[in-house]
C-alpha cells in the first residue's frame, strides 16, 4: 500500500485548507482511513479517522465542528477539510491506512510522507 499527501501549504488563522490522500497498492474499501498531525517536537496524534462503513467519523477534541474527514471509494482517495485553522494546527499532516479494532479503537497500518501545514500571518 502506498500513499501519498498533497494539499499542505502556509495559510492565515482563519483560512482552510483540504488535504488529500491518495492510496494504491491494495484494497482500498477493505481499509479504514485516517489523518494524523504531528507538530514540532511533539508525538503524533490522530485528528480524525473514518471506516469503509457508514459509522460515524472520529475527530479529536482539538479540531471537532472544525475538521472534516471523507473518503472517494471510487477514486481512493481520503481527504481533509480543515476550516477555522489556528497557529496549534500547525504541523505535519500524515494520512494513515488500517483497522479499527475490537475496541474500536484505529489501528495504523500504512503511512503517507506527510504533508505541512503552517498556520501563520
Known amino acids: 500500500v502506498q500513499l501519498v499527501e498533497s494539499g499542505g501549504a502556509l495559510v492565515q488563522p482563519g483560512g482552510s485548507l483540504r488535504l488529500s490522500c491518495a492510496f494504491s497498492?491494495?484494497?482500498?474499501?477493505?481499509?479504514?482511513m485516517a489523518w494524523y498531525r504531528q507538530a514540532p517536537g511533539k508525538q503524533r496524534d490522530l485528528v480524525a479517522s473514518m471506516s469503509m462503513s457508514y459509522r460515524p467519523a472520529y475527530y479529536a477534541d482539538s479540531v471537532k465542528g472544525r475538521f472534516t474527514i471523507s473518503r472517494d471509494n471510487a477514486k481512493k482517495e481520503v481527504y481533509l477539510q480543515m476550516n477555522n485553522l489556528n497557529a496549534e494546527d500547525t504541523a505535519v499532516y500524515y494520512c494513515?491506512?488500517?483497522?479499527?479494532?475490537?475496541?474500536?479503537?484505529?489501528?495504523?497500518?500504512?503511512w503517507g510522507q506527510g504533508t505541512p501545514v503552517t498556520v501563520s500571518s
Open positions: 494513515a491506512a488500517g483497522i479499527f479494532n475490537t475496541q474500536n479503537l484505529f489501528e495504523s497500518y500504512h
Open positions: 497498492g491494495g484494497d482500498f474499501i477493505t481499509y479504514g
